[in-house]
């Protein structure tokens, strides 16, 4: 609180967090209103701030440049923020196009979820923004509501295609669970998750290559998912039954057929997933998350040399099961080890990409943390 006095000139009204999240099992499926299993990390978002009531959001970030972004709430579009600063900006346009009666603020961010690793920093800074202006403007919203809002502001305002799971998992998930999300409807289930209690760790290895999901790559992939449910005459690909996929892949064009593939076969990857889970077979996950690697690398081609590389050699080196997480295009990989293998199994990877000369990655130990939250 003493920095935002700092920066701002005047006491905060109060701190708010929102984190970021790795995902079990369920990528691009979200978009396709399939299902999704994703845990929130400790790593957040935090903001600071107060309510203004002369329509002025100032934005400061320890991330930024050491300056100040002050705007006029009733100007904001589409376009007319750039940078970091565009998305508590969009939160803010997509509040107030929604109906509600909100204005300024002073609003001072910290944040220690990677950027640009497939972790959701972008969702984990528009939740807290989101969390954080419904309680300075005592908003009538849920927490689904706000994920919503979030999404709504990265689509429309920032121009990123997103699905919802990124902020439904910031905004939605509990401690020691993974939340499992039906995208269609929203409906959700918190499944326990106790890693320590079978001897396992979730590693987080980020490779270091950063990805942008605005640069139109994850654009061309949910186009091409929506054009080829519309040939198959269904309203998204979750509607495709794995039972009807060989016959359905038949008809439709060489490049779409392996899009379908891997939406559909992750559904069920998820689904399985979560029946492991229930029985209390965390074990078994590991299977799982190394078939879906192969089919984001094979079927959907949004890995890269460096995750390729991390997953086998997390496997090799005694990993149950690895594989990327996030949109794709380089980011993190999450591997399930066995406790005492962790160090074993970072170090294996750490020496992989020195032989390779890439820059070391950053590796940890994921547990599964709330979701948005007032602080104080």
């Not at 057929?257 to 559909?264: A, I, K, S």
Request: net charge negative; glycine share 10%; aromatic share 6%.
């Amino acid at each position: 609180m003493a920095d935002f006095q700092s920066v701002f000139g005047a006491a905060p009204a109060g701190v708010w967090a929102a984190p970021g999240r790795v995902n079990l099992i369920g990528e691009h499926t979200d978009y396709n209103d399939g299902f999704v299993l994703p845990v929130a990390l400790p790593h957040a978002a935090r903001a600071t701030a107060r309510r203004r009531d002369d329509g002025v959001l100032r934005l400061f970030s320890e991330q930024g440049d050491g300056g100040v972004t002050e705007l006029r709430v009733a100007d904001l579009a589409p376009g007319t923020v750039e940078g970091w600063a565009a998305y508590p900006a969009a939160v803010v346009w997509a509040l107030r196009e929604a109906g509600h009666q909100v204005g300024g603020a002073d609003l001072h961010f910290d944040s220690d979820v990677p950027s640009g690793a497939g972790l959701s920093s972008s969702a984990a800074l528009e939740c807290v923004v989101a969390t954080a202006y419904r309680d300075l403007y005592e908003l009538p919203l849920t927490a689904a509501d706000l994920a919503l809002t979030a999404q709504r502001a990265e689509n429309a305002f920032v121009g990123v295609p997103c699905g919802v799971m990124d902020q439904m998992a910031s905004m939605c998930c509990v401690d020691g669970s993974a939340l499992f999300l039906d995208t269609r409807d929203l409906t959700q289930r918190q499944v326990p998750l106790d890693l320590a209690g079978q001897g396992l760790r979730l590693l987080v290895i980020d490779t270091r290559v950063k990805h942008d999901l605005g640069d139109g790559a994850y654009a061309e992939l949910r186009a091409g998912c929506e054009r080829a449910a519309a040939l198959l005459g269904l309203p998204a690909l979750r509607d495709l039954p794995p039972v009807g996929l060989d016959s359905a892949l038949d008809r439709l064009p060489a490049e779409l057929r392996p899009l379908v593939r891997h939406v559909v076969t992750e559904d069920v990857r998820v689904e399985r997933a979560v029946a492991l889970l229930d029985a209390g077979d965390l074990a078994g996950l590991g299977p799982i998350l190394t078939a879906g690697h192969a089919s984001l690398r094979d079927d959907f081609r949004v890995s890269c040399p460096e995750t390729d590389l991390a997953v086998a050699v997390a496997v090799a080196a005694g990993a149950l099961g690895a594989r990327m997480t996030g949109g794709g295009f380089g980011g993190s990989v999450l591997a399930l080890v066995p406790a005492p293998a962790l160090d074993h199994v970072a170090a294996a990877v750490t020496t992989a990409f020195t032989a390779e000369g890439w820059a070391a990655p950053r590796t940890f130990a994921a547990v599964p943390a709330a979701g948005a939250r007032r602080l104080g």
